[in-house]
């Protein structure tokens, strides 16, 4: 199983470009999310969706942009790239069953660098 | 925002040693979560804890939530180098944000 997917896993980016950061999951999880990770300061969540047409704002969501238009796909949008974004982005997904919440599935990032 | 305060930050240790690591938080969250993140890839779920008081074990790994429902700790026993990475812990606030803790680094000598 191919489980989360996030392309690419390198870019470089211009102050003032726009790219997409896309991610794909094939266990047809309801819940996907995007994190950034900073070093000393863990993984913060910027967007997050609970199903296909829902999206809903995390702790640094400035900057970014998502949409959910599939339940396999969630891809993460930066319009006008800055410095300050320079960061390793987290895909992650995960089932709702239950009782319990089930534990997120990530994948295994991409890495940006805005010069 | 709610923070989760993680130490230590970072640790040396001798392979064949036990490893103490562990999470506070000001509030009270009802699912308490460790991951692994080995260096280039995504972070990996190494335990889940649901109730307050439990203690659960994953082969040399052990964890438990606190009582208060304020902090939980992990221990690794006899680590190998292998265990190498950083570790996090995470809370579920409401239903779907999770919180992720700053991180310890393990770094294991041979």
């Known amino acids: 199983n191919a489980g989360v997917t996030q392309t690419p896993k390198f870019q470089v980016l211009k102050t003032g470009q726009s790219m997409t950061l896309q991610c794909a999951q094939d266990m047809n999880h309801e819940y996907m999310s995007w994190y950034r990770q900073d070093p000393g300061m863990g993984l913060r969540l910027i967007h997050y969706s609970v199903g296909a047409g829902i999206t809903d704002q995390g702790e640094v969501p400035n900057g970014y942009n998502v949409s959910r238009s599939t339940t396999e796909d969630f891809p993460l949008r930066l319009l006008s790239a800055a410095p300050s974004q320079t960061s390793v982005y987290f895909c992650?997904?995960?089932?709702?069953?239950?009782?319990?919440?089930?534990?997120?599935?990530f994948g295994n990032g991409t890495r940006l660098t805005v010069t | 925002g709610q923070q989760l305060n993680q130490s230590p930050q970072s640790m040396f240790i001798q392979e064949g040693e036990d490893v103490s690591m562990n999470c506070t938080s000001s509030?009270?969250?009802?699912?308490w979560l460790w991951y692994k993140q080995d260096p280039g890839e995504g972070p990996v779920l190494l335990i889940a804890?649901?109730?307050?008081?439990e203690l659960t074990s994953n082969g040399r790994l052990t964890a438990q939530f606190g009582i208060t429902r304020k902090d939980s700790f992990l221990n690794i026993s006899a680590s190998i180098p292998s265990d190498v990475g950083i570790y996090f812990c995470a809370v579920i606030s409401g239903t779907y944000k999770y919180i992720f803790g700053t991180g310890t680094r393990l770094k294991v000598l041979a």
């Open positions: 804890l649901y109730k307050a008081g």
């Open positions: 509030s009270i969250f009802n699912t």
């Open positions: 992650a997904s995960k089932r709702e069953q239950g009782r319990y919440n089930s534990p997120l599935h």
